[in-house]
């Protein structure tokens, strides 16, 4: 990170930098609102390595299960308030793609699409549209 001073308020240095981490998820600087992954990106992968190397004798469904309840949430946290751009769909799906390779042993994105489709996590998109109405219809 980059620290410059921008100005003084109050007698105290006011810094200007290039992400900040707010409750959690890392905003960027720019013009409209944005938030990083890359933090998220390394969570997730050290999350599902360490089940997947744990699990390695398990079946495909109980690694899969896992991975919805530990790793998944690690990605879509704060999506409900700020919906990632399409930018950050396709990476968040590329990054379940990955997964989907590791624990079906393919990588063919055919097959991979056929069995996210069957586990209902056919597009991240769809799985954040519909927890945002959730996330919405509470308040």
Not at 16 to 35: A, H, P, W
Not at 87 to 106: A, E, G, M, Q, Y
Request: with cysteine; hydrophobic share 45%; glycine share 4%.
């Amino acid at each position: 990170m980059q620290y410059v001073v921008i100005f003084f308020l109050d007698g105290q240095a006011v810094l200007y930098v290039d992400e900040l981490k707010y409750l959690g998820i890392f905003i960027m600087k720019g013009s409209t609102f944005n938030r990083s992954f890359c933090s998220a990106k390394i969570k997730f992968y050290k999350c599902f390595n360490g089940i997947y190397n744990k699990a390695f004798c398990a079946s495909e469904e109980v690694v899969l299960h896992l991975f919805k309840s530990y790793c998944l949430p690690i990605i879509t946290y704060a999506c409900n308030s700020l919906y990632p751009s399409k930018r950050d769909i396709k990476f968040l799906n590329k990054l379940i793609n990955v997964v989907f390779s590791r624990i079906f042993h393919t990588s063919d994105y055919e097959l991979i699409a056929v069995i996210r489709d069957y586990c209902e996590l056919s597009d991240i998109s769809d799985m954040l549209i519909n927890s945002h109405k959730k996330f919405v219809a509470g308040f």
